[in-house]
């Protein structure tokens, strides 16, 4: 059986024999088990992130980025072995996994640009003869702990920038596909980093306790569920470490009377059971208001059947199974309680079987409509691939139910009128808003993150809010005096 193990100062190794098995979601089949680090095995992270990082913090930006730069050529040249690792552990289509490591990619060229995005401020004759200047400078071992959704993708989010920024960085990837953060860590090796700046600790809860309450770790980036989230945030300041936590989400689209329909409903099917749904930018909430309601669902349903659900092996499938039996059951429970609670179901995706993958983890694309406010299935997160239409009015009550729901993390509105378009975009309680677009991630240069339930802490992450979070201010005040001898002064300076 393959055993992925931990990455640390450059090598793959484990004192643990503490392992987890890792499922084909598309068999259900065991094909590797992951080290659980042991505090041994932490010990020896923290030894070489701490050894390498004073070096790494002094060597030049621009040298950074030169090995950077080199890391982004490594990432084009191995693209494909990346995105199928992510396949293979995770279930989701090549193409998605691809497209996920490219958006990952993205930041690694963010970084490249460390040079600049340091540069610091400078203010000549704050006082006579007085000049004041503002450096960032980085905060030491950070360390990131990161969901089984984009095995690549989030962790990019965070490591290549921390590492441009001169700090080192421990990653605790998902330990249901690991493989891919291993991969990535050689490669970086590869590019010319030193040894220790980036290693991987493999496990789960146990792990990230440790990174918690480490004296060596001065920041946690989180990106999971928002119970998790709650959790790493508030142990996070308990133990004196920044921190920026990114939970769950609830995204809604709103389709307005005007919108064109047809582009709503591909916006929809996308972003809704794209991925199997096991996106936090996922589409599970489709606002229908006024009368296009009925259109609207009929839409969905036909377009919905047309999906091909199969294996990541299959070039022309569109979304393959979710991540464990576990999840399948949850989410089949999930519509269970939706049919309960009295939505209407249109398509049902339980039970659904593939022939020759029996024992896949695969739900069909599912269908509700007239979902309300009160229902399980509208207030939770399902993480599947399962779209409820909600019925409202008209705009205001659209916007209500967007800026009423616990979660923030993105939203969109359908529409061809401007003025709803530029209300929405200022009056909705969400982090992230698109206007005719389902999935409106932020770029790289751009930063990433919810509101409410769905982003604890102060920074989003990548761009410039990440360059801010992994690196502390230090302003300088400095006055050469040649032979003005004044005596003490026991007033505050003013100018
Ligand atoms: P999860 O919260 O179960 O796990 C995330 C990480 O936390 C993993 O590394 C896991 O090992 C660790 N973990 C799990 N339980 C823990 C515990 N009790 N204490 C400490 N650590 C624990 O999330 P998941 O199932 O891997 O990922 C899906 C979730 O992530 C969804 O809720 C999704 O919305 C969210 N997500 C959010 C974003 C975002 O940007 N807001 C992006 C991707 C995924």
């Not at 229908?288 to 299959?314: M, N, R, Y």
């Not at 022939?355 to 007239?370: A, I, R």
């Not at 802490?457 to 992994?470: L, N, Q, T």
Request: glycine share 8%; charged share 20%.
């Amino acid at each position: 059986m393959k055993r992925i193990d931990n990455y640390i100062n450059g090598s793959n190794v484990s004192i643990s024999n503490k392992t987890l098995p890792i499922d084909d979601p598309s068999t259900g089949e065991t094909i590797a088990e992951v080290t659980i680090a042991s505090k041994e095995d932490f010990d020896e992270a923290i030894k070489s992130s701490k050894a390498s990082q004073l070096n790494w913090a002094n060597t030049t930006p621009l040298k950074r980025s030169r090995i950077l730069s080199n890391y982004k050529n490594l990432i084009e040249k191995n693209m494909d072995e990346l995105a199928s690792l992510v396949s293979k552990e995770h279930g989701k289509t090549l193409d998605d996994a691809k497209g996920s490591v490219t958006r990952g990619l993205e930041v690694v060229e963010f970084a490249c640009g460390i040079p600049h995005l340091l540069k610091g401020e400078f203010s000549q004759n704050v006082g006579t003869n007085i000049d004041s200047w503002s450096i960032r400078q980085p905060l030491g071992i950070c360390a990131g702990i990161t969901p089984f959704n984009f095995p690549a993708m989030v962790p990019m989010w965070m490591y290549p920038l921390s590492i441009a920024c001169g700090n080192s960085f421990i990653l605790k990837p998902s330990e249901k596909d690991p493989s891919c953060s291993i991969k990535l860590a050689e490669l970086f090796t590869e590019a010319g980093l030193p040894n220790g700046v980036f290693n991987v600790l493999q496990g789960d809860k146990d792990v990230v306790d440790l990174i918690l309450q480490s004296n060596d770790i001065s920041s946690v980036s989180f990106v999971g569920s928002t119970p998790v989230a709650r959790y790493i945030y508030q142990q996070s300041s308990i133990y004196g470490k920044r921190v920026q936590a990114l939970g769950g989400a609830k995204n809604h689209l709103v389709v307005m009377p005007d919108a064109n329909l047809d582009q709503a409903v591909d916006g929809i099917i996308g972003a809704g059971y794209g991925s199997a749904g096991e996106r936090c930018m996922a589409v599970s909430v489709a606002v229908a208001v006024g009368d296009i309601a009925d259109e609207l669902v009929e839409k969905i349903h036909v377009e919905s059947q047309k999906l091909k659900v199969a294996p990541w092996t299959d070039p022309d499938s569109d979304m393959g199974p979710v991540i464990s039996k576990l999840h399948k059951e949850k989410i089949e429970n999930y519509i269970s309680i939706g049919v309960k609670e009295g939505a209407k179901l249109v398509e049902d995706g339980r039970n659904y079987k593939i022939q020759g993958y029996e024992n896949g983890y695969f739900v069909g694309p599912t269908l509700f409509d007239k979902v309300t406010k009160d229902m399980t299935i509208y207030k939770e997160e399902i993480f599947g691939p399962v779209v409820s239409v909600v019925r409202a009015k008209n705009y205001d009550e659209a916007l209500n139910l967007v800026n009423d729901h616990d979660f923030g993390n993105g939203t969109s509105v359908y529409t061809s009128d401007g003025e709803i378009a530029r209300h929405f975009t200022t009056n909705s309680k969400i982090g992230m808003v698109g206007v005719n677009v389902p999935i409106p991630v932020p770029m790289a240069f751009h930063s990433f993150g919810g509101w409410k339930q769905s982003l604890f802490g102060d920074h989003s992450v990548h761009g410039m809010e990440g360059v801010h979070f992994y690196t502390k201010l230090k302003t300088v005040t400095s006055r050469w005096p040649k032979s003005i001898q004044s005596g003490p002064e026991f007033v505050l300076p003013t100018n």
